[in-house]
């Protein structure tokens, strides 16, 4: 019989093991398990609020991966699975058994890390950190503030999904904003001490929004020492443990995070909320038959991106038909880049290679990577062509 993998999650490392599987394996039958028969792309997302881009063409579906690869696609939820049986039970009643599972099913939130801020809550004060519904009530909100206006962005600590995410969000806010509300201001309030591209964030604020004068309007604050404590929903006001009180007219707080629930309820997840696994393959630390990949599992120093999660995907694809086949499992290299828009025409960058070094810890390759060259507008012009095109070429890679 043919060997059976399940994929469950049809994001971007789900849907490109899917396919890498096919392609690697003609003879591997493969199944993907997700809820959604359309994806949104978290990737694209924040360019919404710029006006530069609708959910209609940040929307995928896995027609392709049915039809060129051969994917059996049930559109469904995991609700729980029999690792000793290996097989797993969906929310639809049916049962699925598999020879290996692949998990790639993202993220949830912590909703106990500040008082006043709950699933509940999020439907006023919307976090948009899965994008679709959440992210157009937080475009909404954008556009009805009025000019001179207060937009609070929350951010937590390390680590979370797409590291320089928010800070490309308040950077397509700020346009949107100087065009139509200009009197208007956004107040970073940061878990951190400092964050991604920074450097190349701050040089691009300063150049389209007055960062760093006192008509900036976008202000920095890390409350790395002096964490939000509480939200008080009535009069939008945000407390830290040293009194100080932020009031906001939009409030977009982005909890901190940890693997999906079903990793969690599946006992995949260690202290820390996400799946350590064997970075060579893949593989859980708890069940050498599950491979968990993407932002629910720990591949750092590989940040949680798109990107990273497509090459996790393909590494362990390669994992998985070796295992299967019983040959040696080839060294991986991981890539990642995350390409952020500080404005439509003025894009940044950072890349990085991985591999395992001589103790198996991913480490990064020296002298591969880095971040955008100094920035003169040619080059930022270009790197706002680039963001595009890693978009799309993303796209096309994993559901394509
Ligand atoms: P996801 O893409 O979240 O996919 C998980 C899937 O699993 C979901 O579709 C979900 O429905 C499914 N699932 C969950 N539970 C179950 C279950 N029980 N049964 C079946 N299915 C289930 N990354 C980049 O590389 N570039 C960018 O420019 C970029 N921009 C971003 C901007 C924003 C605002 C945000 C929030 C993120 C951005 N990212 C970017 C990060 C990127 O979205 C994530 O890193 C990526 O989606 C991770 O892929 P994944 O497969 O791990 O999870």
Known sequence: AKAHVVVVGGGFGGATAAKYLHLLDANIQVTLIEPKAKYITCPGSNWLFAGLTGLDQLTVDYQALQD???????????????????RLRLAGGQSVSYDRLIMSPGIDFRWDAMA??????????????????????????????????????????????????????????????????????????????????????????KKHYGYGTANSMIEWHSLADNPLLELDKQNRVLTSEFGDRFRGDVLNIIPPQSAAHIALQQGLADSTGWCPVRPLTGQSLFNEFIHVIGDA???????????????????????????????????????NTCYSLIAPDHGISVAGVYKLDAANVIAPVKGAGGVSPRIDAQVAAAEADYTRAVYRNLIADTFG
Not at 74 to 86: K, N, P
Not at 117 to 141: C, I, N, S, V
Not at 173 to 194: E, F, G, N, T, V
Not at 327 to 333: S, W
């Open 68 to 86: 060129k690869y051969g994917i059996k696609l049930l559109v469904d939820r995991v609700s729980s699975l029999d690792a000793g049986q290996r």
């Open 116 to 205: 006043g801020y709950d699933q509940a809550a999020a439907e006023q004060f919307p976090h948009a950190w899965q994008a679709g519904p959440q992210t157009l009530m937080l475009a909404r909100q954008l556009q009805a503030m009025p000019d001179g206006g207060v937009v609070l962005i929350v951010v937590p600590a390390d680590p979370y999904r797409c590291p320089p995410g928010p800070y490309e969000r308040v950077s397509m806010m700020a346009y949107w904003l100087k065009q139509y509300k200009p009197r208007s201001k956004i107040l970073i309030l940061d878990a951190k001490r400092s964050f991604s591209k920074q450097a190349l964030f701050e040089a691009g604020w």
């Open 297 to 335: 599992a720990h591949y750092a120093p590989i940040p949680k991106s798109a990107f990273a999660a497509n090459s996790e995907a393909k590494a362990c694809a390669l994992a998985v038909t070796s295992l299967l086949n019983q040959t040696p499992v080839p060294e991986a290299h991981w890539l």
